[in-house]
């Protein structure tokens, strides 16, 4: 059995993984470790919560501190890119975690917080920072902050990163960065599209997969529920008065939409808080860390600002609507089901939803199971039955007469559904979060 110990890593870091208990590495680090560590440009792609952070923060430790080199004032030797502000803050305080026995400055910047401060940090230099596009570039333009002496770029999250919301300021970094660089990208789900964009800036990469792309988490147990839209709400509340759902995680696709979802919860007396690109960071901070202590029992969110939320003890995940890209619920399922625990996604759909429902199904080769409705709960009018082709027991043979009664209880019948001149369109992209 591989252990960290087997990778001489400097005394500090095999230190530290000591004192945090880590003895074995999780199969991504196993792979990208030996890599990542032998300078060469790496593409890792594995579930979330397998580990990836470990993967490239214990070699950039390891080269930083083994070179000897002093960081220069205003610059940095290894630059981490992250989505999100909680992402990069969680980064942040891996990279403290794993090198507290060293002598390596770390800092992080971000939007949504004061510039004065960070330029103030940042005059000193830093060994290793952690940044989100935009506020980067922001203390670039001011000249608090040059790239010229980076020695590796991280991109966290890659396919979000490359995604058409943060591949224009990518753009703009990378040539403000040395060629001669190691570059790690890792990711959760890397479709073949973003795949092509990563080749052109790693040089000659590597590239791990520990699992098959974008497959769900298997200790997840997946449904949906079919509702029309408008009735969505109601069915929200109506799952939420199930006490079995503890600790719960809501995914709206707009910033608006995730605000009037936490309208709706507190009218019917559910405590929730909502976090996205339009909320202040303290506000995304206090809603996080209410989240998190339980004070807080229903958190909605942006996919985007949904990106480093690491909670333990997340029950259910509920797409109150499905995402228009279906590796995003690969993303969004995976906040449940962590640190060894069992987990509950379910998707509310409806009928303008079937075409993001069939392209999850294709993307994760997996049919999702149809749940019945809350026991007296109606809607009208009533959806369609299940996207696919003929009823759902003819095309999922392992539901059969089960999902028969699901949609009986829809009150729709079996038939084929009638398919649109031109097919459905699906809107281009997401709003940021």
């Known amino acids: 059995m591989t252990t960290f110990a087997d990778f001489a890593l400097l005394a500090p870091l095999q230190k530290a993984l000591n004192a945090e208990g880590y003895t074995t590495p999780t199969p991504i680090q196993v792979q990208a470790l030996p890599h990542a560590l032998a300078g060469r440009d790496l593409l890792g792609i594995a579930q979330t919560g397998t580990g990836k952070t470990a993967a490239f923060a214990l070699p950039i430790l390891h080269r930083l501190g083994k070179s000897g080199v002093t960081r220069k004032p205003r610059s940095c030797r290894a630059l981490i890119l992250s989505p999100t502000r909680e992402l990069a803050s ?10 507290k026995f060293m002598h390596l400055s770390i800092d992080v910047i971000f939007g949504g917080v004061p510039t004065a401060q960070q330029i103030k940090r940042l005059a000193g230099g830093a060994d290793i920072l952690v940044a989100t596009p935009g506020r980067l570039l922001d203390l670039v333009g001011q000249r608090a902050l040059s790239l010229r002496d980076i020695e590796i770029l991280v991109l966290d999250e890659a396919d979000q990163m490359l995604d058409l919301g943060f591949i224009v300021p990518l753009k703009r970094i990378v040539p403000m960065l040395p060629k001669v660089r190691q570059s790690l990208f890792f990711s959760a789900t890397m479709p073949q599209s973003i795949a092509g964009l990563a080749d052109t800036f790693l040089t000659n990469p590597v590239k791990v997969a520990v699992t098959p792309v974008a497959t769900t988490v298997e200790r997840v147990t997946q449904g949906v529920m079919f509702a029309p839209q408008a009735a969505k709400p109601a069915l ?5 008065d199930d006490p079995v759902v503890e600790r719960v995680l809501v995914f709206a696709r707009t910033k608006r939409g995730a605000d009037k979802v936490v309208q709706h919860l507190d009218h019917g007396g559910i405590e929730a808080a909502a976090i996205h690109g339009n909320k202040s960071q303290a506000q995304r901070t206090k809603a996080l860390t209410a989240f998190r202590s339980g004070a807080c029992r229903v958190l909605v969110a942006t996919d985007i600002a949904a990106r480093g939320i690491d909670v333990e003890g997340v029950t259910h ?7 228009n890209v279906a590796e995003s619920y690969v993303h969004r399922i995976g906040r449940t089901a962590r640190a060894g625990a069992t987990g509950i996604a ?19 080769r997996l049919p999702i199971p149809v749940l019945a409705l809350p026991e007296g709960f109606k809607v009208t009018p009533a959806p369609h039955p299940h996207p696919h082709a003929g009823c759902p027991g003819e095309r999922h043979g392992e539901h059969g007469n089960k999902d028969h009664r699901n949609n009986a209880k829809l009150g729709q019948p079996h038939r084929k559904r009638r398919r649109r001149a031109g097919g459905q369109g699906r809107p281009q992209g997401q709003n940021a979060a």
């Open 346 to 364: 379910i998707a509310f759909c409806a009928n303008d939803e079937y075409t993001y429902l069939r392209d999850i199904e294709k993307l994760t």
């Open 317 to 323: 995940v509920i797409n109150f609507e499905l995402p």
């Open 236 to 240: 929200l509340q109506a799952v939420l």
């Open 90 to 99: 969680q980064i942040a305080d891996s990279f403290r975690t794993y090198g």
